[in-house]
């Protein structure tokens, strides 16, 4: 038992698990309060949907995956929910609300033309966004003497889901795991240009799987087969 250290153990089948401790005049045997499972609200785990439990005293409280909510993570969430990070490395998916620079400078609006010029006037307020694959989601600023600036958007944590909600039917967000298209053909990755040669090379980061990157139908990849150049992806809704 010398891997063991100095934890509680029954390695003698006594009635519960024991340690030595240092008696008058030599070690004797002590046993151990340990708790039983059973006394615990984690056990079995009441968290639903691959939730995590935490004991919160004598009560618990659930972690959920995204995708679920309730106080069990009972809820199946059938919307995107927005969130505050990015999953691609250039962030060509963010749709948050950041909007000052990574130095600090306020965003100029998107509909505005001062104090910068310029011919995104379609996006959103004066939040960051990467609509032209730069490194990262970027605004023009409202300082007169700096035209635009990258922004900094951390990266999300929460596993993706796996299907298409019914806010992102075209699945612009989808960062799943699909790498087949609907034929069965496997998806070539992103950062190769062989056998079909492409202009996603922003995409590098996202090994085969199947994206959305330019607004189709639904997500698609460039296939392995030299016959077929790309096709759509079966992902099923949520």
């Given amino acids: 038992m010398e891997e063991d250290a100095n934890y509680c153990r029954n390695p003698d089948y006594s009635s519960k698990p024991w340690c030595y401790v240092q008696g008058d005049t030599r070690p004797v045997k002590e046993y151990c309060e340990i708790p039983s499972c059973a006394d615990s609200p984690c056990f079995p785990s009441p968290c639903k949907n691959r939730g995590q439990c935490k004991v919160e005293g004598t009560s618990f409280s659930c972690s959920c995956l995204q995708g679920f909510s309730g106080n069990k993570c009972e809820i199946q969430i059938t919307g995107l929910v927005e969130e505050e990070c990015k999953r691609s490395r250039i962030g060509y998916d963010y749709t948050g609300k950041v909007h000052v620079t990574q130095s600090g400078i306020t965003c100029q609006a998107w509909s505005s033309q001062t104090p910068h010029s310029h011919s995104h006037t379609s996006l959103p307020e004066n939040y960051c966004r990467n609509p032209d694959r730069e490194p990262a989601p970027w605004c023009y600023t409202t300082d007169p003497n700096k035209r635009w600036e990258l922004c900094n958007i951390s990266d999300c944590v929460t596993p993706p889901l796996q299907c298409l909600p019914t806010n992102d039917p075209q699945g612009k967000k989808y960062f799943g795991s699909m790498t087949v298209t609907i034929k069965g053909d496997p998806c070539q990755r992103w950062d190769s240009q062989t056998p079909h040669t492409h202009r996603f090379?922003?995409?590098?980061?996202?090994?085969?799987?199947?994206?959305?990157?330019?607004?189709?139908?639904?997500?698609?990849?460039?296939?392995?087969?030299?016959?077929?150049?790309?096709?759509y992806c079966a992902i099923p809704h949520c």
């Fill in 201 to 231: 090379g922003g995409l590098s980061d996202q090994d085969n799987y199947c994206r959305n990157p330019d607004g189709e139908k639904v997500p698609w990849c460039y296939t392995t087969n030299p016959k077929n150049k790309y096709d």
